[in-house]
């Protein structure tokens, strides 16, 4: 009888323990679940949004020039739908005139169309690149631009393509460089090429290549007075104890 008594609080007080753990237990995995989902669901929106592309910048064009863009988009239309064959000339023209009224998604929509037939159209190429650029997709300008240059790309998409690099990827500066370098390797040595591998130089803190470079552009340019001005200031931070 005194075991019977001793014992049946002890069991009640177990009991009641473990009630108590498993309600706590209970409480933690629902408060744990509920503050998981109010964090993650803001989290997923905003990453969300950092995945959205721009379609659209303002160009801060007023109303009265936006009406003439547009009566030459009219235009273009209709001259694109007379045609009777298609005209890819007519779809970069198109392209162009809705870059520059600030739609770029729809300009990618016409460069896009030229390229699903012309995949090595150059032009449809570098103006696509300088689009994506500008909705905020630089990997994938940096991949359209070196399309471009394999297949013959103009002088300045290598400096474009360059700055892009140093810009968004800036621990891949040693590709912005290689870049320039190709360039001068299709298109010989030019001001625009010496200038940009004088800055790469410069950056890069080897001042007495930046030196060289800028004193070949100087000559290129036919002494231009602000490349002298820059070739000057690089020789002011060597004297200084720059390398």
């Known amino acids: 009888y005194f075991l019977i008594r001793y014992n049946l609080p002890t069991m ?3 009991k009641y323990l473990y009630i108590a753990i498993f309600a706590a237990i209970a409480v933690l995995l629902i408060g744990g679940a509920i ?7 803001p989290v997923e929106e905003e990453q969300q949004e950092e995945d959205e592309l721009k379609t659209w910048v303002d160009r801060g064009i007023d ?4 009406h003439i863009f547009q009566e030459r988009i009219d235009g273009l239309l209709v001259e694109f739908e007379a045609a009777t064959e298609r005209d890819i000339n007519l779809l970069l023209r198109l392209g162009n005139v809705y870059y520059t009224i600030g739609e770029l998604g729809k300009a990618v929509e ?15 190429l570098e103006n696509k690149g300088q ?11 940096e991949v359209v631009w070196r399309q471009a240059i394999e297949l013959g790309g103009q002088e300045f998409i290598y400096i474009k393509l ?14 912005a460089r290689i870049v320039l370098e190709d360039g001068v390797a299709s298109y010989g040595q030019t001001t625009a090429f010496m ?8 950056q890069d803190g080897n001042l007495d290549r930046a030196i060289s470079h800028y004193e070949i552009a100087y000559t290129l340019s036919g002494q231009s007075s602000p490349i002298k001005a820059v070739l000057d200031e690089i020789k002011a931070e060597k004297a200084n104890g720059g390398r």
């Open 12 to 14: 009640n007080k177990q």
């Open 35 to 41: 503050y998981y989902f109010q964090e993650s669901i």
């Open 63 to 66: 109303e009265e020039d936006f």
């Open 110 to 124: 016409y460069y896009d169309d030229i390229l699903s037939s012309h995949p090595n159209d150059t032009p449809a």
């Open 131 to 141: 689009a994506l650029l500008e909705m905020g997709d630089e990997e994938g300008a």
């Open 162 to 175: 360059s700055d892009l690099i140093l810009e968004e990827f800036p621990e891949r500066s040693d590709d």
């Open 195 to 202: 200038v940009a591998l004088g800055n790469w130089y410069r």
